[in-house]
């Protein structure tokens, strides 16, 4: 159940 914030969410995909 990952429901994070849009902020967290984006963080992990920014983290190439």
């Known amino acids: ?3 994070q ?3 967290e ?3 992990k ?3 190439k």
Do not use: F
Request: charged letters at 15%.
């Open 13 to 15: 995909q920014a983290s």
């Open 1 to 3: 159940m990952e429901d």
């Open 9 to 11: 969410i984006m963080n």
């Open 5 to 7: 914030s849009p902020l």
